[in-house]
């Protein structure tokens, strides 16, 4: 070989060694482990739009909640100055609708609520066209028993959950339970973190004792739904046996008309107890019956499926699913009703707890608000898996 050729070809091999040098440099010098940041800034500077987190979420209500077509909100369509200051939402860029029409076309709200526990209306078929970056919401407010959809026919139909259950996407309870010292919503969850109960004794609520020798009967209920699931007629028939309690509404002797005052005062001034039984056992489900007699100067008994330590304060309500009989439970009853001092013990979360109201609809504006949410895909395979698994027939109490 010549050797201006030998020379040739040393400065190829040469080159393509100081090519390949290059590329390795830029590979490494490119690659996430040295050049993260680097990546970030330039995927934010090019892909971004400059105003995605503040845009508008469009939120369409498909059907009524039980004839309400508003849903209790304040407006037929409510905008982001309503999510603010109406709702009291900290993420208030959203607008909701019950018109179908509100928008020109299906495609342009981001997410649509559907009432499960009501069937689709029938004038209002569902689109056949599903678009990808819009979020169908599973809403329900009532046990499993209650739901009025073939959820065996809506696999990988819905994209978020709103229910009364803790492990939805977006809780829906019927009240918050807030701390009034730090403002913050305490329970419902999975794990609360409560104050602790004071000593029997050591603490008086001026009301409840002036209330309490006025307090002459046991236990009241006001109940309309008879028969249930849950057999809670049962267990207050079979409570009846042991101690008084007075039923008011068609399941019982007694009446009261409904938006009395003197239905709810006489629970502050005549008894001692109310029954909050629910008609279903079921996990985490607690109606807003039990709120409203936490909000009486008077101990409920609860009776449902819950873990009632995620929902109220400790020693503010007694379980009935504690005990293992009825007759420990009217006993447990009689010693309380006969003890000042351990009733009045009952009502000592008042001083550091307050019910709340808060609007679902502000956690779902949040929910589409969140980094990514229109880039990511979530789909509950099995709605009636989740949806059905969560309850039981069999109360722990014996009646």
Not at 56 to 61: E, K, P, Q
Request: charged letters at 20%.
């Amino acid at each position: 070989m010549r050797p201006h050729s030998r020379w040739n070809l040393a400065l190829l091999v040469l080159g393509l060694i100081l090519f390949g040098l290059l590329i390795a440099v830029y590979k490494i010098s490119t690659s996430p482990l040295l050049n993260q940041y680097g990546i970030l800034r330039d995927y934010l500077d090019t892909n971004r739009a400059p105003n995605e987190a503040a845009a508008t979420r469009s939120i369409l209500l498909w059907s009524d909640f039980f004839g309400d077509a508003r849903w209790s909100l304040p407006a037929d369509t409510l905008g982001p100055d309503d999510f603010r200051h109406e709702l009291g939402c900290e993420v208030y860029q959203c607008e909701l609708s019950n018109r179908h029409d509100y928008l020109p076309t299906l495609a342009e709200y981001d997410a649509i609520v559907y009432h499960v526990a009501q069937p689709f209306p029938l004038l209002q078929p569902l689109s056949t066209q599903r678009y990808p970056h819009q979020t169908y919401v599973f809403a329900l407010m009532e046990p499993p028993g209650e739901t009025k959809h073939r959820l065996s026919d809506e696999h990988n139909f819905y994209n978020l959950t709103m229910s009364y259950r803790l492990d939805s996407d977006i809780v829906w309870p019927y009240a918050y339970m807030m701390d009034v010292e730090t403002g913050a919503r305490v329970a419902p969850t999975l794990q609360p973190h409560w104050r602790q109960v004071p000593a029997v004794g050591s603490w008086n609520d001026s009301e409840v004792l002036e209330l309490w020798p006025q307090k002459l009967k046991m236990a009241a209920w006001f109940v309309s739904h008879c028969e249930t699931l849950s057999k809670r007629e049962d267990l207050a028939a079979a409570l009846q046996q042991h101690i008084e309690v007075d039923i008011y509404g068609k399941c019982g002797t007694l009446s009261c008309a409904r938006g009395d005052p003197h239905c709810e005062e006489m629970l502050d001034t005549d008894y001692m107890f109310y029954l909050a039984f629910e008609n279903s056992l079921c996990v985490d489900y607690v109606t807003e019956k039990l709120y409203s007699a936490m909000q009486r100067r008077i101990v409920p008994v609860v009776f449902g499926g819950a873990n009632y330590t995620r929902f109220l304060p400790p020693h503010s309500y007694i379980d009935a699913n504690r005990f293992e009989s009825v007759e420990q439970l009217a006993s447990h009853l009689r010693y309380v009703a006969n003890d000042v001092n351990e009733y009045m013990s009952y009502f000592w979360w008042r001083q550091h707890y307050q019910l709340v109201q808060h609007s679902p609809f502000c956690d779902l504006c949040a929910q589409l608000h969140r980094p990514g949410a229109q880039h990511r895909t979530q789909f509950y395979g099995d709605i009636e898996a989740w949806w059905f698994n969560s309850c039981r027939f069999q109360s722990r109490i014996r009646f």
